[in-house]
């Protein structure tokens, strides 16, 4: 199995929103190179559809154990902190996120509506940043 072959697939399978093939493939991926990012972060995205938020954020705890100043892995579980109405810890979390990356964390965050309840607080602090 190419792991070039099978990140194709998975992205394919995401596309065409086969979450429980494409959740298979990442889970396997994820115990034989845990130190590609792709796997945990597709992976979780995945189980989120195929299965539960909170089986998709204890994929993406322990992605944080591998990849620790990953953003997306971050901005993810900020994410999924807000829909599960953890509103301290999703700002927390999306606070370590934006000092990574600004610019970019910034304006996905406003496009994202699992954070929609903290839009207030977000856009708050960045008000007259050169973010926007």
């Known amino acids: 199995r190419d792991p070039v072959v099978l990140q194709l697939r998975t992205e394919l399978l995401t596309l065409l ?5 494409a959740a298979g493939i990442c889970l396997t991926m994820i115990e034989l190179d845990p130190g590609n990012d792709f796997w945990w972060i597709q992976g979780a995205y995945a189980v989120r559809r195929a299965r539960t938020i ?3 954020e204890v994929i993406l705890r322990e992605a944080l154990v591998h990849h620790p100043r990953n953003v997306l892995v971050i901005y993810n579980l900020a994410c999924y902190a807000c829909v599960q109405e953890r509103f301290d810890e999703a700002i927390s979390l999306y606070g370590r996120a ?5 610019k970019t964390v910034y304006e ?3 496009r994202d509506p699992d954070l929609a309840a903290i839009h207030p607080q ?8 050169e973010v926007r």
Request: aromatic content about 8%; charged content about 35%.
């Open 98 to 102: 934006i000092a990574l990356d600004e």
């Open 108 to 110: 996905m965050s406003l």
């Open 17 to 21: 929103k086969r979450w429980p093939e």
């Open 122 to 129: 977000i856009i708050s602090r960045f008000k007259g940043s």
């Open 54 to 56: 909170v089986e998709a």
